[in-house]
């Protein structure tokens, strides 16, 4: 199930709430219970993983390396 978070604009509480995604957004809010609750915009939290997926390097490398100040902190010299 996807958390979402929601805010009220009246008392300025902020939630996460766990719900389906068939349910209705809530619209009261728990502290004030005024009709002052909505979703908030947040970001995606997922990590593609698996073959094709490049996360921590290109797929093509650069064709030539900057020199390194030393060669301890060059991350080529390990290749």
Do not use: H, R
């Given at each position: 199930?996807?958390?979402?978070?929601?805010?009220?604009?009246?008392?300025g509480?902020?939630?996460?709430?766990?719900?389906?995604?068939?349910?209705?957004?809530?619209?009261?809010?728990?502290?004030?219970?005024?009709?002052?609750?909505?979703?908030?915009?947040?970001?995606?939290?997922?990590?593609?993983?698996g073959?094709?997926?490049?996360?921590?390097?290109?797929?093509?490398?650069?064709?030539?390396?900057?020199?390194?100040?030393?060669?301890?902190?060059?991350?080529?010299?390990?290749?």
């Amino acid at each position: 199930m996807p958390i979402y978070a929601y805010a009220c604009s009246d008392c300025g509480l902020q939630k996460d709430v766990m719900q389906k995604m068939s349910d209705e957004p809530l619209s009261t809010c728990p502290e004030c219970a005024k009709e002052t609750f909505s979703k908030q915009l947040t970001a995606p939290g997922f990590q593609l993983k698996g073959n094709g997926y490049y996360a921590t390097d290109f797929k093509n490398k650069p064709a030539s390396c900057a020199p390194c100040p030393s060669a301890s902190s060059c991350p080529s010299a390990s290749e």
